[in-house]
């Protein structure tokens, strides 16, 4: 593996051409160009607030709540739906010259982690007009960025394989990440879920716990959360347990990718 990422870093210039141009047929012929990047997550945000917090009687600042978790998830489901087709789309170019195949997944995960970090000043900008001050603990959101950008190359190394020998595979993870929007906490708090249930088969099952352990994006979200507009650093226990969920599942998706990688060229 360490071979492969020596191998990647002499690819560098290519991988930063990919994401240029990713970014370039992003806002291609758009009116506003890269202001949406900043004005898609508004719009949303404005959404959420009116139906979920306006007609149930949020706490102030609601808006900055949300915003701070839509950000981290467009970033995660942009990246995941574009990645999955990355290797299938661009066929023609791996039949035709050799370069190291999860530069194609990578670039799109790396062009929406270019266009999350141009939407952060907007929120950052934002809360301050609120009166939500910024602490010393924002500082910490490289943390967050880090761990969330492991997750999700992990997640489409091992989609966008899976895509070359099953094309519908981007078909079911439109659904899926539908799913995994509504049990992610976005436009509530995991303090709103109750602390025991009975879903199905399962008697006294603790929802805000398991969401934690289930979901990685759950954690990952509510740190930003936390940095932004808590103000407080997330319990380092599900911080932790977080972080080496993320690596292993890059650890796993870079195993499982360059396992069938030889086959793309007869598949695609």
Known sequence: MINHFR????????????????????????????????LNPLLMMLVFTFV??????ATEG???LVLSALLPWNYFAGAVMGGTTSIVHNGHLIKK?????????ISVVLSNLVNFLISLPMLLLLALISGIPLTGWALLLPLPILIETLFIIGVVLILSTVEVFYRDTHMLMDVGILAWFFMTPIFYTLNELPQSA???????????VWLYR???????INTYQDLLYRQELTALDFL???ALTAV???????????????????EV
Do not use: C
């Open 62 to 64: 609601y808006h900055i």
């Open 240 to 242: 932790g347990r977080t």
């Open 7 to 38: 191998e990647l870093w002499e690819y560098r210039e290519l991988i930063y051409n990919l994401v240029l141009r990713d970014l370039k047929v992003r806002y291609k012929n758009s009116l506003l160009g890269i202001l949406w990047s900043w």
């Open 198 to 208: 009975s879903i199905l088969w399962i008697e006294n099952f603790n929802p805000q």
């Open 52 to 57: 979920f917090g306006i007609m149930r009687g």
């Open 214 to 220: 289930l979901n990685p994006m759950a954690s990952i």
């Open 248 to 266: 292993a599942i890059f650890l796993f998706g870079y195993w499982f990718f360059h396992r069938f990688s030889a086959r793309f060229g007869e």
């Open 97 to 105: 010259v050799y370069f190291p195949r999860e530069i194609l997944p």
